[in-house]
């Protein structure tokens, strides 16, 4: 059995341990990114329905301005 002196396996767990906090960092900005994405997406969703409404309230608008005319 290969026998190497103390400091030589304190360097290789540390450099394990790097690899596990940097794993675990990774996941947690992958779940904070995802939340970022998902509220961005529903700040669109809600500018793009409330357009939709605002469109549709001036057709309807400009239908009942036609109509008063004729």
Known sequence: ???????????IVGIIF?????VAAAKEEEKVDQAF???EGQIYME????????RSSQQHEEENQNHSIA
């Open 37 to 39: 994405i998902e509220k």
């Open 18 to 22: 790097s690899a596990y906090k940097l």
């Open 47 to 54: 500018r793009m329905e409330k357009e939709r409404e605002r």
């Open 1 to 11: 059995m290969l026998f190497f002196p103390w400091w030589v396996y304190l360097c």
